[in-house]
């Protein structure tokens, strides 16, 4: 009897400890220009500082060495990027090709400004920016590069005081403020077909790039809405198939091995990620981990519309 009584007490510490062990989930989703959203997860990854859980970021690169004993053991925060760098950056020059129509109009939202800024800063200055770069047309880049820069140069620092202590990127030389006042030549447009161009290369990128893939989406989509960027279908197929679908499974791969990190830990650990990616997420998480998901959805009283995608 005395010999039970034992038994069952270690399989009750041991069903306590296991439940402890199980380390959760927790996928948060934001709109990326919502500032309800904004806040919340600036806030989260304010409180990941402490090292108290572990966080995944949607838009930042997953590097496997952060996850090294080495690295781990030399700081407290436990904050990891989850994405792989080209197809981020594939999806960013689309973005980049859009963006002067679609945000130019938002000069009046400061917090609008600053996250295009932000976009710009860090997409110019991505290696793989520079790599598509360099398969665009050296007498093209001579004839548009310069006006190009200037535009981004005039985006950056006059639009915003509180900015200008930010310098315009550009993908080789700095290029001097003395042509802000120059109205020679029409910059929209300038813009408009360096980026196409640039989008181009990326597709060009792509083709040399596709067999390291296991799975790449349609090339000739990203091509056609290179073309047509106003075409809403090629806009949908572009999304669900590039910007999410494709993303999706490389994010799901890394969130797993951060997960084991964390479980490890006996930690839980949260994801910030844009609304779009939840459904697909959690489906794959659920196949990739055994942890317990707990969804928790975008703050916008519009998420029903990013849900249904028009983020």
Known sequence: MKTKSVLFFIVLIFMVNLGYAQSKIYLVGERHNNTDDNIRSNAITQEAQKGDFFLALEGKEFLKEDLSKDSLRIKTSRIFGVEDQFELDMVMAMKFRLLFYLYLNNLDDGQFRLQKVNFITSFLNSPIFIDAWK????????????????????????????????????????????????????????????????????????????????????????????QQPFNKDLELGFTNDFAVNWRNETIANNIAQIYKQAKSEKKDLKVVIGQLHLKGMESM????????????????ANSKKVEEGTE
Request: net charge neutral.
């Open 135 to 226: 398969l665009m047309d050296r007498p093209f880049k001579d004839k548009y590069a310069e006006k190009v820069a200037f535009n981004i140069d005039l985006i950056i620092l006059t639009k915003d005081s509180e900015l200008k202590h930010l310098n315009g990127p550009t993908p080789e030389k700095s290029f001097s403020m003395k042509f802000v006042n120059s109205k020679a030549f029409n910059y929209n447009y300038a813009f408009s077909i360096v980026s196409k161009e640039l989008a181009g290369a990326f597709y060009q990128l792509g083709q040399e790039k596709k067999d390291q893939y296991k799975y790449m989406p349609d090339l000739t989509l990203y091509q056609k809405f290179n």
């Open 285 to 300: 998480l659920s196949e990739h981990t055994e942890a317990e998901i707990i969804v928790i959805k975008s703050n916008s």
